[in-house]
């Protein structure tokens, strides 16, 4: 089992950053991956971003070039940097992370608010 707990959310300007954590309860070297996702009012849960045991990183199309994921195994936490913020970053951002063995599982964190004004 796997607790996650996002932080760093908040309220920020258009163009300005912030940088989320997801701190898990146990190493992460055994999760598979790892990934960011968010969800807008009225809208789907959507990947943002993912990370791999092995550090490769997928990113959506609406993001990339402005957020880094990236992950510090000895701290057991991932993060997202968000630089260049724009108003549809607005959404409850979520940890993510799946686990192959024993077994397949996904674990979710209860989400972190960030809101971008125009």
């Known amino acids: 089992q796997v607790r996650l707990v996002e932080s760093g959310g908040g309220l920020v300007q258009a163009g300005g950053s912030l940088r989320l954590s997801c701190a898990a309860s146990?190493?992460?070297?055994?999760?598979?991956?790892m990934g960011w996702y968010r969800q807008a009012p009225g809208q789907q849960r959507e990947l943002v971003a993912d990370?791999?045991?092995?550090?490769?990183?997928n990113y959506a199309d609406s993001v990339k070039g402005r957020f880094t994921v990236s992950k510090d195994n000895a701290k057991n936490t991932m993060y997202l940097q968000m630089n260049s913020l724009k108003p549809e970053d607005t959404a409850v951002y979520y940890c993510?992370?799946?686990?192959?063995?024993?077994?397949?599982?996904?674990?979710w964190g209860q989400g972190t608010q960030v809101t971008v004004s125009s």
């Open positions: 993510n992370a799946l686990s192959v063995f024993p077994a397949k599982r996904d674990y």
């Open positions: 990370i791999t045991s092995g550090g490769s990183t």
């Open positions: 146990k190493s992460i070297s055994s999760i598979n991956r």
